[in-house]
């Protein structure tokens, strides 16, 4: 089992260029260990969409990996972005399940026990699918494991769909994000898309 | 009745410049998803719910692509959500062809009515989202219409496509 603020801190420390998108628990910690421009925390994709928000990003930004933080109750509510992941998933996207087995950001209501996300994953066409044929799917257990990956995960391409079993220990920051516009327009301007004007392309 | 050719919807869909179109198998739109797939201009990406087309839409909008959704209004109404966390609120321009099922039949005066049909300009109304028909060829100004719109006001906007297109 995995510290979740202790993963945070591992990509943070690697993490470089790449675009970063979470929702859910992870907005609220992921801001103490980062306030990188290419951040994008996100509390409102509609559920389980954050990681196909971060394809379409991944899509649309070649240039740079898309790291997708998603929770294992996220992922329930939308399991046919498996499917899409695996048919379409560029080299660039990489997704990071943070299996907790609750819906943490109600109260901690228990998931089905039973679902193995990365069975789900490989049954879904994900490893040596993708757009381009390198999809992966990997299940770390340790922290130590996980950082050594880690380089290699930033580096090849995927898309890779990780599994990471996380517990968390420390105090969760109160919810305060109601701008998402803001958020958007903020992504966009680091990407040098616009200023302070949206521009259509 | 069958509505707008496929190819100058395509050939429009391609003069304004959309990237990529995210699809969902409808009756209405089936010809021209088969001439978009042979489109040279226009990813056609096909996801597994119109939830997802939405979010991914969003996400290739705020990465600088131009997508367009191309959805059925039964996934119109399963895509709520998500159309209102990733367009509404956040306030990004999703442009979207939405097949009108049972409208056909409604003016046909075919009983009993499809119940996709009575819902969907009302759930239009309650998002905000402005709409235009594309009913025939010569209507296909209506796209840029739209397209124009979204642009504008930065927000979803939407055109109905009452009759099938044809091939």
């Known amino acids: ?201 | 009745m069958t509505g707008a050719s496929a190819a100058t919807t395509v050939a429009e869909i391609e003069r304004l410049g959309y990237t990529h179109a995210l699809v969902i198998p409808d009756s209405e739109s089936r010809a021209l998803v088969e001439e978009l797939a042979e489109s040279a201009a226009v990813d056609v990406i096909s996801p597994c719910r119109e939830g997802e087309s939405v979010a991914i839409a969003a996400g290739l909008w705020t990465g600088g692509a131009k997508p367009l959704l191309i959805i059925q209004n039964t996934g119109l109404m399963e895509a709520g959500d998500a159309l209102r966390g990733c367009g509404i609120g956040p306030k990004i321009p999703l442009r979207m062809l939405v097949g009108w099922r049972g409208y056909t039949g409604a003016q046909l005066g075919k009983l009993p009515i499809d119940s996709a049909y009575p819902y969907t300009e009302p759930l239009l109304a309650a998002w905000g989202i402005p709409w235009w028909p594309l009913m025939s060829d010569n209507d296909l100004g209506v796209i840029a219409e739209m397209d124009a719109r979204a642009a504008e006001t930065s927000a979803p906007a939407a055109v109905l496509c009452g009759h099938r297109f044809r091939a």
């Not at chain 1, 910690?29 to 954050?50: C, K, Y």
């Not at chain 1, 394809?55 to 933080?69: D, N, S």
């Not at chain 1, 089905?112 to 490893?127: I, S």
């Open chain 1, 1 to 201: 089992m995995i510290e979740r603020m202790d993963l945070f801190r591992a990509v943070a420390a690697q993490r470089s260029d790449e675009i970063v998108v979470m929702t859910m628990t992870a907005t609220l910690q992921w801001p103490l260990v980062s306030t990188h421009d290419l951040d994008f925390d996100f509390l409102a994709f509609g559920m389980g969409h954050a990681s196909d928000f971060g394809m379409g990003l991944a899509l649309a930004r070649p240039e740079r990996k898309t790291i997708v933080f998603k929770g294992d109750g996220g992922l329930l509510m939308s399991l046919g972005s498996l499917v899409t992941m695996g048919r379409y998933g560029p080299e660039n996207l990489l997704v990071l399940l943070l299996e907790n087995r609750t819906y943490e950001m109600t109260g901690g209501q228990p998931l089905a026990a039973g679902p193995d996300f990365t069975a789900l994953a490989r049954a879904a066409g994900v490893p040596g699918g993708g757009a381009t044929g390198h999809g992966k799917v990997e299940r770390m257990e340790t922290l130590g494991d996980f950082e050594t990956q880690l380089p290699r995960l930033l580096s090849e391409p995927g898309p890779h769909f990780i599994v990471l079993p996380v517990e968390n220990h420390e105090p969760l920051p109160p919810v305060n994000h109601t701008d998402h516009a803001s958020r958007v327009t903020r992504l966009r301007a680091a990407l040098g898309l616009d200023g302070d004007v949206r521009r259509d392309v």
